[in-house]
């Protein structure tokens, strides 16, 4: 079975320091994952993605993540992070059906950067 | 803005009730997703349509059901509604049948009391 696990709940970080979000998957299967952000108050926006091909990703707003399968992670990375940030972060990876698809997502981190 | 659309942002009604959820995906898109997201449970995913039928299903209780109009919009509904059923309800969409690409709306928050 696919799962998800977020290795942080909160990090506190600040401001203009570098920043990593630790997640761990299983997949017994092909493996594509996801990063998103939920800002206070609203939906999530989705960071940036592995499909396939180069296993470093880069995405919006500075960050990037490196796909490690031997490890079985997909770390989010940002090497100076702002008050903007402060947001919770969820990896998910695609779990693929037969003519469709589901995101399976880990529990969250919540990144608040202060000044 | 995703361009995802979500109706009503607030819900606020008693146990025992029914509700209605209704979502229009971003233009072009012909698969929608119903996530719910609660304090203890997380986020979890609960049905997907794409082109007006059913494609995947997730942890969705019997007394949740969804469709997906000609139009594309889909609507969750939610009946015999428990204090647990208290959530933040999201829709998203896709272009296509896989979540390669996937627009969230901002979601609703059912309150249930």
């Known amino acids: 079975a696919q799962s998800v696990t977020q290795l942080d709940s909160q990090v506190p970080v600040f401001e203009e320091a570098p920043v990593e979000l630790r997640c761990n998957y299983s997949?017994?299967?092909?493996?594509?994952l996801f990063w998103y952000v939920q800002y206070p108050n609203q939906g999530l926006q989705l960071l940036l993605k592995?499909?396939?091909?180069?296993?470093l990703v880069k995405g919006i707003n500075g960050f990037e993540a490196e796909f490690n399968k031997s490890q079985t992670s997909f770390h989010l990375r940002k090497p100076s992070v702002h008050i903007s940030d402060t947001a919770e972060y969820f990896c998910a990876v695609l779990l693929i059906y037969n003519q469709g698809g589901k995101l399976i997502f880990g529990q969250g981190t919540e990144l608040s950067v202060k000044p | 803005d995703s361009g995802v659309t979500q109706t009503p942002k607030h819900l606020i009604t008693a146990t025992g009730q029914r509700v209605t959820l209704r979502c229009s995906p971003r233009s072009g898109d012909l698969s929608v997703y119903w996530y719910q997201q609660s304090l203890d449970q997380g986020l979890q995913f609960l049905i997907q349509?794409?082109?007006?039928?059913?494609?995947a299903k997730g942890n969705i209780l019997e007394r949740f059901s969804a469709q997906q109009f000609p139009d594309l919009h889909s609507e969750l509904n939610l009946s015999s509604l428990e204090l647990g059923d208290s959530a933040l309800y999201f829709c998203a969409s896709s272009v296509d049948q896989r979540p390669y690409e996937q627009y969230f709306g901002p979601g609703t928050r059912l309150t249930v009391t």
């Open positions: 349509y794409y082109n007006g039928e059913e494609r």
């Open positions: 997949s017994s299967v092909s493996v594509y």
């Open positions: 592995y499909l396939s091909g180069s296993t």
